[in-house]
């Protein structure tokens, strides 16, 4: 009658808590783990607001003036063709939704927009 696991025994207790702690573990690393296309990892406008410590009509300013990278999946996101596309094209969401598409960032080249702007500081002696 020793060898019974039940509910109230500690081994279950223990193997319950190890069971919780690994799907913690197993959920972290989805919500952080983003699959790349052809070796590359896209991030998405809210992520690249949070590396990039910008606001989204700032992202927006980037992606307008072609600062930064970016491509988008599905829909309609060339130049503007007329005032009126270009007055929408300024009003879109810049926390990266396009007409009917998504918009993404390749990390490496966001990566190497900044290494390319980076203005060490001077030595104060």
Request: hydrophobic residues 30%; aromatic residues 6%; neutral net charge.
């Amino acid at each position: 009658m020793e060898d019974l696991i039940t509910k109230e025994s500690a081994e279950f207790k223990e193997l319950i808590g190890q069971l919780r702690a690994a799907h913690r573990s197993v959920m972290a690393v989805r919500e952080r783990h983003r699959p790349t296309i052809a070796d590359e990892r896209y991030l998405k406008g809210e992520e690249v607001m949070e590396y990039l410590h910008i606001s989204p009509r700032t992202l927006q300013t980037f992606r307008d003036n072609r600062l930064i990278p970016f491509t988008t999946i599905g829909g309609n996101r060339g130049l503007p063709s007329s005032p009126t596309e270009a007055r929408s094209h300024r009003e879109s969401d810049g926390a990266g939704k396009a007409k009917g598409g998504k918009i993404l960032y390749p990390e490496r080249e966001l990566q190497k927009v900044l290494i390319d702007n980076y203005i060490p500081t001077e030595p104060l002696f």
